[in-house]
């Protein structure tokens, strides 16, 4: 049974920075592409970053890229978002999953609040 659970969201003021966590089990973790989403109050859920099974690759949202950085540790069964110059619209729950179709039943989330 394939488990995702976030970790790490919390409080931040403006321009702070926050590690997420998301340990997966129940799967081959370094077979697997990864996605980290959010989703914002009154909008849609949103994909901010992507990384390869290998870490060669990744991508980011336009709203994130510079600010967000997205890594994983196959050793651990662990991928990472790191997040920096946060801003209020980066408040929101944020989600992990695999790249995958059809996609995996969604964790409880980490919520993330950018506010003074």
């Known amino acids: 049974q394939v488990q995702l659970v976030e970790s790490g969201g919390g409080l931040v003021q403006p321009g702070g920075s926050l590690t997420l966590s998301c340990v997966a089990s129940?799967?081959?973790?370094?077979?697997?592409?990864l996605n980290w989403w959010r989703q914002v109050p009154d909008k849609g859920r949103e994909r901010v970053a992507f990384?390869?099974?290998?870490?060669?690759?990744?991508d980011y949202a336009d709203s994130v890229k510079g600010r967000f950085t997205i890594s994983r540790d196959n050793s651990k069964n662990t991928v990472y978002l790191q997040m920096s110059g946060l801003k209020s619209e980066d408040t929101g729950v944020y989600y992990c999953?695999?790249?995958?179709?059809?996609?995996?039943?969604w964790g409880q989330g980490t919520q993330v609040t950018v506010s003074v």
């Open positions: 990384i390869s099974s290998t870490s060669e690759g990744t």
């Open positions: 999953n695999r790249n995958v179709v059809p996609p995996d039943n």
């Open positions: 129940g799967f081959i973790f370094s077979r697997y592409p």
